[in-house]
């Protein structure tokens, strides 16, 4: 205790962003929003994360198959109850999305939408009585990951294998359909979850995975400048080190190298050790 176990390490800041702020998309919708939201409640929360220091605002919108926070003609929204809490809005014709981006904006924040590449909470939405996702994942099994898997969270999950060419271009169209209809300044990819690709063929698939990541780039990069819009970005949420990318099918290293993302924020499903050997 009180050692340095890696004496020849000198961790020092890098880039511009200091402090990034994401946001559950259900965790906010249940127990911070009231029913129904307002445009102020919106504007509210973003001058809270202001206020607080953050640098950039990234907003889950994509999860499931299922948008939240944002509907499109061309995806299903979230029909679980507290997402109908932002109806008033839709019906009047405001995006609470676009509320949220013009605030960041307004206080001098960058924000990005976040897509979540696999999702983990199939057995609830089954639960709460809406399906395991968007019909795009529950009507087609037959690119789901569908073997008896060891790890619980993978049997409790409707995850999609991404050594299907139609489950990757999916995902692409949502990115691409994010950039074109809304003024984010980016893309963070959230790679969460545990489970992008049949066990045992992980490393085999990974240039398929940074196929995706790769078509993802080329998406942002068209969209950049349009628009009046600035240089947009792409970030990933993965695993904290790169093995752990590399047992589930993420080159990370080689995202890194091609200059496929512009930031890289080492993460968990859920909670993050500080002891981690991230440098």
């Known amino acids: 205790m009180g050692t340095n176990q890696f004496p020849n390490m000198n961790p020092s800041p890098r880039g511009q962003r200091r ?28 001058d809270q994360l202001a206020d607080s220091g953050m640098d950039t605002f990234v907003q889950e919108i994509f999860h499931q198959g299922w948008t939240t926070y944002w509907q499109s003609k061309h995806f299903e929204y979230d029909p679980r109850e507290y997402y109908g809490k932002f109806d008033v809005l839709f019906n009047a014709g405001i995006q609470p999305i676009e509320v949220l981006i013009d605030q960041c904006h307004q206080r001098d924040m960058e924000f990005l939408a976040g897509i979540r590449v696999n999702d983990n909470h199939g057995h609830i939405s089954v639960a709460q009585g809406f399906g395991s996702g968007s019909t795009f994942i529950t ?54 979850d545990k489970a992008y690709f049949v066990e045992g063929t992980e490393r085999t698939n990974e240039p398929l995975m940074t196929e995706f990541v790769k078509s993802v780039s080329h998406a942002v990069a068209e ?46 499903t859920m909670y993050m050790s500080i002891n981690e050997p991230i440098e």
């Open 223 to 268: 969209f950049s400048g349009l628009k009046e819009r600035r240089d947009l970005i792409l970030g990933v949420r993965v695993y904290p080190t790169l093995e752990l990318c590399h047992e589930l099918g993420l080159d990370v290293g080689a995202w890194i190298t091609d200059g496929l993302i512009d930031y890289v924020a080492p993460s968990d």
């Open 139 to 192: 009507e087609n099994p037959q690119w789901q990951i569908q073997e008896s898997a060891t790890d619980v969270g993978k049997k409790i999950s409707t995850v999609m294998d991404f050594s299907h060419r139609e489950v990757r271009e999916h995902l692409t169209s949502v990115a691409f359909h994010i950039l074109d209809e809304l003024d984010v300044d980016g893309i963070e990819l959230a790679f969460r």
């Open 19 to 46: 402090m990034l702020y994401v946001s559950d998309p259900g965790s906010i919708a249940i127990m911070h929003f009231p029913d129904p939201v307002t445009e102020v409640d919106l504007r509210s929360w973003v």
